[in-house]
T-cell receptor, first 110, second 113 residues
Framework: RKEVEQDPGPFNVPEGATVAFNCTYSNSASQSFFWYRQDCRKEPKLLMS???SGNEDGRFTAQLNRASQYISLLIRDSKLSDSATYLCVVNGNTGNQFYFGTGTSLTVIP | DAMVIQNPRYQVTQFGKPVTLSCSQT?????MYWYQQKSSQAPKLLFH???????NEADTPDNFQSRRPNTSFCFLDIRSPGLGDAAMYLC????????????FGPGTRLTVT
C-alpha cells in the first residue's frame, strides 16, 4: 500500500468554482501534513501546513481527519492562476521523512 | 534571494558516465533531502541527512550516493547513470522538528544519452 494516495484528476473547473481534493495516508503515527503546489517543470512550493484539525488561508482551507486518515484541500473562488498540480505530503516514522502523493492536477478554465 | 540553490539546472550525461549534482542552502537547516521526480509522478525520496547523519531509503539504488561535507552543501553522485535515471532531481531542506516545512531548490533536470 502506498504511504500517500491522491486522486490524480485531472480536475477542470471554471473560474469562480469551488474544488476539493482528498488525500489518504497509511501511517497512523504521522504527525505532520502539508499541501504543496507544483507548477509544470518547477519545484514544489509550500501552500499550507496542516498541524491540527485544519486551517484556512484566504481562499484555501485544509482539513485533517485523523480517525479516517485523510486530509483535504478546498479552494474557493478558483482563479486561472490556481492551475497547477497539488501534492499531498505526510511525514513518516522518523519525523523528517516525507512522503508525497502523486499529485492532483487542476486546470481552471476561463 | 535564492535559499536553496541547485547546480547545474540542466545536466546531460552519457550512459554510464558518473555525474554529480550539487545543492547549497542559506537557511542553516539541519536536514537536507534528495528527491527524484519523473514526469507525472510524485517526488520520490532518495535519502536525507540530519546534520551528518545519513538516512538511505530502502529502495534507493546503490548507484546513487550522497555526500554532505558541511551544513550548507549536499551532493548527489550517480555512479553509472542509466537511461532510467533521467529525471528531475530536487534538493530540499527543513528544520528538525515543527515547523518541518521543506524548502525546495529549483531542481536539476538530468538527461542521459
Amino acid at each position: 500500500r502506498k504511504e500517500v494516495e491522491q486522486d490524480p484528476g485531472p480536475f477542470n473547473v471554471p473560474e469562480g468554482a469551488t474544488v476539493a481534493f482528498n488525500c489518504t495516508y497509511s501511517n497512523s503515527a504521522s504527525q505532520s501534513f502539508f499541501w504543496y503546489r507544483q507548477d509544470c517543470r518547477k519545484e514544489p512550493k509550500l501552500l499550507m501546513s496542516v498541524y491540527s484539525s485544519g486551517n484556512e488561508d484566504g481562499r484555501f482551507t485544509a482539513q485533517l481527519n485523523r480517525a479516517s486518515q485523510y486530509i483535504s484541500l478546498l479552494i474557493r473562488d478558483s482563479k486561472l492562476s490556481d492551475s497547477a498540480t497539488y501534492l499531498c505530503v505526510v511525514n513518516g516514522n522518523t519525523g523528517n521523512q516525507f512522503y508525497f502523493g502523486t499529485g492532483t492536477s487542476l486546470t481552471v478554465i476561463p | 534571494d535564492a535559499m536553496v540553490i541547485q547546480n547545474p539546472r540542466y545536466q546531460v550525461t552519457q550512459f554510464g558516465k558518473p555525474v554529480t549534482l550539487s545543492c547549497s542552502q542559506t537557511l542553516n537547516h539541519n536536514v537536507m533531502y534528495w528527491y527524484q521526480q519523473k514526469s507525472s509522478q510524485a517526488p520520490k525520496l532518495l535519502f536525507h541527512y540530519y546534520d551528518k547523519d545519513f538516512n538511505n531509503e530502502a529502495d534507493t539504488p546503490d548507484n546513487f550516493q550522497s555526500r554532505r561535507p558541511n551544513t550548507s552543501f549536499c551532493f548527489l553522485d550517480i555512479r553509472s547513470p542509466g537511461l532510467g535515471d533521467a529525471a528531475m532531481y530536487l534538493c530540499a531542506t527543513s528544520r528538525l522538528g515543527p515547523p518541518e516545512e521543506q524548502y525546495f531548490g529549483p531542481g536539476t533536470r538530468l538527461t542521459v544519452t
